[in-house]
């Protein structure tokens, strides 16, 4: 970091809450219908309409404003947000202004290869409100009729605002992926960026060191992200803007009004977009058509209490009672839900949870994604890995030839057994060790003199004829044999 | 007597007995409307071919002894306000003109459910914005019992009609007394039912927090009636409330025992015409005779409820009407004059050179917006809408709306503290009685000063009834109102029988 | 309270209202005679009053998260001033 500024980031992310109908009226949510087939006089906005709040809806942003560590007030109430676009049909949107139903909450973020520092980013407020609907439009010319649809209108929308604790691009997409990592956790959304079930909005300046002091540049928001990759890209370019403007305006905030940019992915620049000349008079009120929630303590504990163990609880317990390395923790548990659980399933069954996650970490998670598949296709179920690791640690499986056994497991579908038996694996015992290391020994006196010459390794350049001989032969057995026998002189 | 002339009641049971049909009546009232509504103006449309097939549905289901509704084959006006997706609802509005709702609304759906005849649409101020029903976008409606005079508003029609016997029963809709006013100057019993009693589910909003739908009638009975039609929770509303709705009709004719009735002086101050005052005392005298017990009592910030109102109202209501953007339904403007209009402004402006100018010039999708809106709502409308929206912009939500809202809190503990001692509270409707027509168009605070009596039971949430009570000696209708505590309809109604019952006012009628 | 010309043209905009010359002066006018009727309010006393948004106050209403039919799209397009049998269509959102 030795640039002459600090970089400031806040974050507003939307996220699309998972119900099965709208926040207000009955209508399906599902993406990806015809335009204008999912609409009723509620989200319609006709005239004599009326909300009735989705009690689903409320419960999942409850559960997600506690996950991220929010306060939650006893009264909430909604409020009209008045501004006039055609893919709003009321002229408002039901949102929430001065009493949100959470606020004052914080999300941890680090990075495992120590780019930045671990730190908690504070979350400002989390608040419940409906989507508007799209217009479809000529963005170029600006001269066709724009199309409106209607079906997207009224989706429960959770919007949660950071804290402008970010101070680096990196830090940004950390958030973003703790955040969805966490929202995907606790099933409260499918977060696909794709579909708009998570929108990010960020709010960016600098401040730069001078030799009259910390200087500040005009806060910048830039929408139209389209991934995480993206916010990554529209930040650091963002970045290098604004200094490069500053270095030649030397524009301050205060001398110029917030600005709005929209990132062109293609281009990979920002752009200035015409700002609504009065947009910011929204005259908020609260909408009389709702009725406010009243929440009791009880009511939040037991939601509390029903989240469960969440991710940074997760690494927590790995590292500190399973024995994980803070890296593999971390690799587990951001791989999400499916592979927490097939994780811990086998480590139960093993009781070895290094080794599971060695097997998950190094051979799974390899074979996962060059195949592209997810670990429920996986084929080896996670009580079936626990039994294979079981089968080595005690021996029945040898381990050099664990890795055989996995593949024809996973290839062929067999059980630890059925692959031991494929792979013609018996346990060796004592007295066949023994016959072959006296035979070999006998068949290579120059290798017993060396021993007894000081060169116990030698002994080593017999394994492979051993191996030949006899294939499920442990080679550290062999040796160690071989070496009592020629100390005992029994050769 | 003629079958129009007889109220609700009577016709249900005569309908009942197969002593007439729904056909009969219903032809009945539409030959009425045929005669002299062109003098009275109070239906923007009457339904005929559809009445007359539901009446005839209702007799052939009676022939075939089908269970029927309440008011199987009674007719019902009601105000277009409304939705009723077999027909218009316009709200008086050039806006709406065209609009057919896709779905019904609570009330519509309850009266059809009880086979009630749906004989036509009454004319009301736009979006029923006003209290005299001069504001409709389409045509005026006159007091039956003097037709150079207004029959009040906002549901001038729904009162109208019900005074010239078009109709045995109508809806209308209260926000600041638009039911208990009009049939207060037209001699008929309105009554506007606690907020949350009748669900606003499809009643176009005017002030959502304010706006309830009730019964107009020529008999408390008859009110009741179609109270307890029209009553009742409805999910698909969360301001609907959750509470069983007793029969009224049943009850109504029981009269209350140690009745005690409040006075508030506030209500018989300064600006109350004496015709009025000395009827409503003659009232106050009828229910001494019946042994009730009358007190005075106070009600310190109803002074200030008009000005309350007239911040809450337009407030909700500019938002209310955002929604007629002209872009998913109502009107729109012409598209084609409106770009060229702006392209001869640009020009203009590129002319002269003026930058600032040609900046704030407005894009065709914001001028289409404001042009639509212009053309489609009528003075009165624009007025609202702009106070509603400089109350609310940014530097005055604390001092006017914030601030209505707590007067409002206060408002309602004067009457929570009043109906400690007293079961209802009495007062006139209206401090005159019918005006003429045009006589308050350029005074728009006049005509919002009408409300005086009326708007604190809408910002309360308390019901309220207004029933004939006298004649000025112009022979203009005097009207009654009683005010109960939430939920308090039903002494409210038997309150209001004892009255009537011994008196006749009610049982007069205007000559057209 | 005065509400100048300007204050009214700034309202007109907000409220999406396209108002004459004539219009803007006499709302000029009535909207300052409200306004200064309703600024009696100023002189009631309610410190320590909660303000009262509803006329009934009751809380907590929801409905079930359960999917029922939507309108097919020609009623829901059935009312629109101008549409392509897929959307509803207005002179372009962006541009100018
Ligand atoms: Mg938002
Ligand atoms: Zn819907």
Redesign the interface.
Known sequence: MSKPYTTIIGLEVHVQLATKSKLFCRCSTQFGAEPNTQTCPVCIGLPGTLPVMNREAYELSLKTALAINCEIPAFTKWDRKQYYYPDLPKGYQISQYDLPMSSNGYLEISDDKGAFEPKRVRITRAHLEEDAGKSVHDEVAGKADSEIDLNRTGTPLLEIVSEPDMRSSGEAKAFLQELKLLLMHIAVSDCNMQEGSLRVDANVNLHIDTPQGKIATPIVEIKNMNSFRAVERALDYEVERQYREWQETGKKIGDAPKQTRGWDDVAGVTRGQRSKEESSDYRYFPDPDLVPVVVTKEQIEAVRNSLGELPADLRKRFTEQLGLSAYDANVIVNQGRALIEYFEESAQKCGDPKAACNWITQDILRYLKDNEQTIAEFPISAATLGGMISAINDGQLPKPRAKDAFEIMRSENLSVAEAIKKLGIEQVDESAIEDLCRDLLTKNPKIVADVRGGKAQAVSSLIGQAKKLNPNIDPGRFREICLVLIESGKV | MSLVETSATEQLERLASGDITAVELTQAYLDRIAAIDGKVGAFLRVESDAALSQAADVDARRKAGKPLGKLAGLPVAVKDVLCDQSTLTTCGSRMLENFRAPYDSTVVANLKAADAVLIGRTNMDEFAMGGSTENSAFQLTRNPWDLERSPGGSSGGAAACVAAEMAPLSIGTDTGGSIRQPAGLCGVVGLKPTYGRVSRYGLVAFASSLDQAGPLARTTQDAALLLETIAGHEPRDSTSLDKAVPEFSKTVTQPLKGLKIGLACEHFAAGLDPEVEQAVREAVKVYELFGATVKEVSLPNSKYAVATYYVIAPCEASSNLARYDGVHYGHRTDEKAMLADLAMERKSLEAAGDQVALRRLDSSLVRMYRRSRSEGFGAEVKRRIMLGAYALSAGYYDAYYLKALKVRRLIRQDFDAAFAGVDLILSPVTAQTAFKIGEMVDDPLAMYLVDLYTVSANLAGLPGISLPCGFSKAGLPIGLQLMAPPLAEESLLRAAYMYENATDWHKRRPKI | MA?TRA??E??????????SDS?LDR?AG??A???D??D???E?D?TG????????????????????P????E????????H?D???????????
């Open positions: 509400i204050d009214v700034n309202v007109a905009l907000l409220a999406r209202l396209q108002l219009e709302l009535e909207l005679n409200i306004v009727y309703v009696q309010l100023a009631v309610t009053v909660e303000p009262m948004a509803h006329a009934v106050e009751v809380h907590n209403v929801f409905a079930d998260d359960v999917v029922e939507s309108l097919s799209r009623a829901a397009l059935s009312n629109a001033p101008r392509n897929r959307g509803y269509l207005v002179p372009p959102v962006l541009g100018e």
